[in-house]
């Protein structure tokens, strides 16, 4: 006590009060000691947010990636880094965001035999229980070792196609995506963003080394169920290749191949996919798939029972395949999405479609935009739709059908998705059409 009055005298603003309590003290002391001694899940529930909400963003991920489970702390380190955090696309976790917003960033910008593989390797341990979707929209190529001279011959000679070709491939996913456990979407673009003056289409190249490398990861993928390879100048061979990976797959549902090179033979291994795995979902949009092609995917339709959505916009599959298409569909019970937008149809095609109207009860939507199916063809879906409950969608814009024809066809589709909307507000629990 008289050390204490002695100090009051001393000091006249000197007050117990302002003596901070041990906790606090210890709690200062853990988070500046953080790096080399992280304590933090001995600690009770209260102490352990009072040192997150102090714990600095810059911490080495070593530290912090598989210690700190808050979400309050990775929500910091996501907006201090990202402006735009849209946290419903990562399941609603901010630390499921950043880790697979990092891992991205850092193979975009992965330089073949410049990059160190440890980046990406020693990253792993760290983000594997975290990681659920990866999304890639560019892959490097390495830098070339001395740049090409400036020849006067404006004309690309076959040196500079096997100069290119050998200073084109990427960034190998194979050792990474089959050390992700829960890994289940992977959407891949290769290209190069932004490449500005220094553009060149061998920029834009999927390797056939690129191909075997990635067919076999994803063979291992096991838990993956959303595959995405777009804008990629996809071609035959490397479908038929990848085709030939995922035909076992145990998850894949969904694949997305749309801008790419896909030919009939490429068309042919997928024909073969779809009758032997479990795909719901394939989207073929922008590829230069004929009626050869089209009646290899219509022969796989026939034979799948998991098939829901097949899209085939912008191709060339012409009568011959859209009716085969439609023949396939005659028998064909899960397809209920079919876009043939813009594939040089005509009445042959809507003559097939008017039976299949008749027939399918799965069918639920199908887009014939951009094709000439002119007064007939209209008045053959007409007809087919006489009976018919359950399509909710008919898309026949640019068709050429005629205006009276296309008004009583929308009015029969309107009437059937206003059936179907009554029906699910009278039974909420019954699974939408």
């Known amino acids: 006590s008289f050390y204490t009055r002695r100090c009051i005298t001393e000091d006249p603003s000197w007050s117990l009060v302002t003596v901070p309590h041990l906790t606090e003290l210890c709690i200062q002391h853990i988070v500046h000691n953080f790096e080399k001694n992280p304590i933090l899940n001995s600690l009770l529930p209260e102490h352990q947010r009072k040192v997150v909400d102090r714990l600095s963003t810059s911490l080495p991920l070593t530290v912090t990636a598989n210690i700190v489970s808050h979400e309050d702390y990775w929500k910091r380190c996501c907006i201090e880094r990202w402006q735009v955090c849209d946290v419903s696309n990562y399941g609603d976790s901010w630390k499921r965001m950043f880790f697979e917003r990092h891992l991205e960033n850092i193979l975009k910008f992965f330089i073949p035999n410049t990059t160190d593989p440890k980046q990406v390797l020693d990253l792993i341990p760290l983000c594997k229980g975290y990681v659920r979707k990866l999304e890639i929209d560019q892959f490097l190529p390495p830098v070339r070792p001395d740049q090409k001279e400036e020849s006067n011959d404006l004309t690309d000679t076959e040196e500079d196609d096997d100069f290119s070709e050998a200073y084109t491939y990427h960034y190998d996913l194979k050792d990474l995506i089959t050390a992700l456990p829960h890994l289940e979407e992977l959407h891949l673009t290769y290209g190069v963003k932004s490449c500005g003056m220094n553009f060149e289409w061998s920029l834009f190249n999927f390797t056939e080394q690129d191909c075997s490398n990635l067919a076999a990861g994803l063979k291992m993928c096991h838990n993956l169920r959303v595959f995405k390879l777009t804008r990629s100048k996809v071609d035959d061979g490397k479908i038929k290749v990848l085709a030939r990976n995922l035909r076992d797959h145990p998850c894949l549902l969904e694949l997305d191949l749309s801008h790419n090179l896909i030919r009939d033979n490429g068309a042919q291994a997928l024909g073969k996919l779809i009758s032997h795995s479990k795909l719901v979902t394939l989207d073929l949009c922008n590829n230069q798939i004929r009626h050869l092609g089209a009646q290899a995917l219509a022969q796989g339709l026939a034979d799948s029972s998991t098939l829901t959505s097949l899209n085939l916009r912008l191709n060339f599959v012409g009568d011959k395949g859209g009716e085969a298409v439609g023949h396939a569909l005659l028998t064909n019970t899960s397809l209920?999405?079919?876009?043939?937008?813009?594939?040089?149809?005509?009445?042959?095609?809507?003559?097939?479609?008017?039976?299949?109207?008749?027939?399918?009860?799965?069918?639920?939507?199908?887009?014939?935009?951009?094709?000439?199916?002119?007064?007939?063809?209209?008045?053959?879906?007409?007809?087919?739709?006489?009976?018919?409950?359950?399509?909710?969608?008919?898309?026949?814009?640019?068709?050429?059908?005629?205006?009276?024809?296309?008004?009583?066809?929308?009015?029969?589709?309107?009437?059937?998705?206003?059936?179907?909307?009554?029906?699910?507000?009278?039974?909420?629990?019954?699974?939408?059409?």
């Open 336 to 433: 209920k999405s079919l876009h043939l937008g813009s594939n040089n149809l005509s009445e042959p095609t809507a003559a097939v479609f008017s039976q299949v109207l008749a027939q399918n009860t799965a069918l639920r939507s199908i887009n014939f935009s951009c094709n000439h199916l002119g007064l007939d063809g209209g008045k053959h879906l007409l007809e087919g739709l006489a009976n018919n409950k359950t399509l909710t969608e008919l898309d026949l814009r640019h068709t050429e059908v005629e205006q009276e024809t296309d008004f009583l066809i929308h009015q029969i589709v309107w009437a059937n998705r206003e059936a179907v909307r009554l029906g699910s507000l009278q039974n909420p629990t019954a699974e939408p059409l």
